[in-house]
């Protein structure tokens, strides 16, 4: 008698958290190659066999003040996929980051008998350590990226495996620099990556307060040019459209009004839909939203500074609660900073364009202290993450 195929509920909040999904679900099928894999997920997972019931992009909002606005259409969507888990129970279950969506998913299904997984700890250890029981009465088990989230984990006696990280496994240690400006057709000028961010919001807070940085390190580097890299062609378009439609704050103006040119700056952006990774590979320096880019920047070991804003609202609530000491990745995991990072009113142009030239003056090739750090980080996190995702996923589904 032919056996029945692996059922799996799979529902992932945004494109960083597929990137995870997608290696851990190539794992899977070589295994399981008939399996059923159903749920909200990316083009490329939907390139694989999987059913999306949602576009991802319905999931894809960040900050509390953010969240709120756009609630009555998330709860939609929610409770429409836990009715149609409860009404077609999977093998397994797992949600891949977004834990205000998943973990309210994960609860309603392991009360009814199935098994689940969160994949990517939510930031227990950084606000709302309380948020820990919620998780442990949500999952069967937790696979975090990260090696220290295991300690809190411990602490409550909840199921955690570090699975490292699939970006540390995908990006050399050493990585081709001459290949990828290759790759990206790119002449001998000097290159800063700008990545605003994949969200439409933080592309709309951030990328006029990077051209204006970028307009005032071409003064002294006329002949600088920047690469910016879109997720999706709704991104493209809007950054080509806040290209066209890019205007100096007043402040700019008179400081830049005898080397501005707008045209020139226009022509100096190269606006891509190649994956960051290599435009940051191929890149002098990065310009970057705090958030996995961070992280990814750090695996190409390139210079960067990291810089993020939020909502008023979202800054006052986020500052009293946050406790860790920086907010960059590179950071959290050096537990020192080494790299630049800019919060809220510090991000401004002014700021942004002296931490780059800082940086940008200091060679990270000779650099043999900071390079060794970020090639320690890289060793630590690169563990075959794809791999033992699958493996704890198909072992928690045989359990059953």
Not at 28 to 50: D, R, T, Y
Not at 83 to 92: A, G, I, M, T
Not at 269 to 288: F, N, P, W, Y
């Amino acid at each position: 008698m032919e056996q029945k195929p692996l059922r799996i509920g799979l529902v992932v909040g945004e494109a960083s958290g597929a990137n995870l999904a997608l290696g851990m679900v190539q794992e899977i099928l070589k295994l399981h190659p008939n399996a059923i894999i159903e749920g909200i997920g990316s083009e490329e997972l939907i390139e694989l066999g999987m059913h999306s019931l949602f576009d991802m992009n319905e999931l894809s909002v960040m900050g509390l003040v953010e969240v709120l606005k756009q609630l009555p259409r998330l709860l939609k969507v929610r409770k429409s996929i836990i009715s149609h888990f409860l009404n077609n129970p999977p093998d397994v279950f797992i949600g891949v980051d977004a834990p205000d969506f998943n973990l309210a998913v994960e609860t309603k299904l392991k009360e009814a008998g199935v098994p689940t997984i969160h994949y990517v700890s939510p930031t227990v250890w950084a606000w709302r350590e309380k948020r820990i029981h919620k998780i442990g009465k949500a999952t069967n088990l937790v696979l975090g990226v990260f090696p220290f989230e295991k300690q809190i984990y411990d602490k409550y006696g909840l199921a955690y495996k570090f699975v490292g990280h699939t970006m540390a496994d995908n990006i050399a240690i050493d990585v081709d620099r001459e290949k990828a400006k290759q790759d990206l057709n790119l002449d001998d000028s000097n290159y800063i990556a700008i990545l605003p961010g994949s969200r439409a919001r933080e592309i709309e807070s951030l990328l006029s307060i990077f051209l204006e940085t970028f307009s005032i390190l071409r003064i002294d580097n006329p002949n600088l040019k920047a690469i910016i890299p879109a997720v999706n062609t709704q991104r493209e378009e809007q950054i080509h459209e806040l290209i066209a439609n890019f205007q100096l704050s007043e402040e700019a103006t008179s400081s830049l009004k005898n080397s501005y040119n707008k045209q020139a700056l226009i022509d100096a952006c190269v606006v891509t839909r190649k994956v960051a990774r290599e435009v940051m590979i191929a890149s002098d320096l990065v310009l970057l939203a705090s958030g996995t880019a961070a992280l990814e920047a750090m695996l190409c070991k390139r210079p960067m500074v990291v810089a993020y804003k939020m909502s008023a609202i979202t800054y006052m609530m986020m500052k009293r609660m946050y406790k860790p000491k920086y907010f960059s990745l590179p950071n959290i995991l050096a537990d020192e900073l080494l790299v630049p990072e800019l919060l809220q009113d510090d991000v401004n142009p002014q700021n942004l364009a002296k931490q780059l030239q800082n940086v940008w003056q200091v060679n990270y090739d000779d650099n043999q202290i900071v390079l060794d750090k970020f090639v320690a980080i890289h060793k630590t996190l690169k563990c075959n993450a794809d791999k033992q995702a699958a493996i704890a996923l198909l072992e928690l589904a045989k359990a059953k």
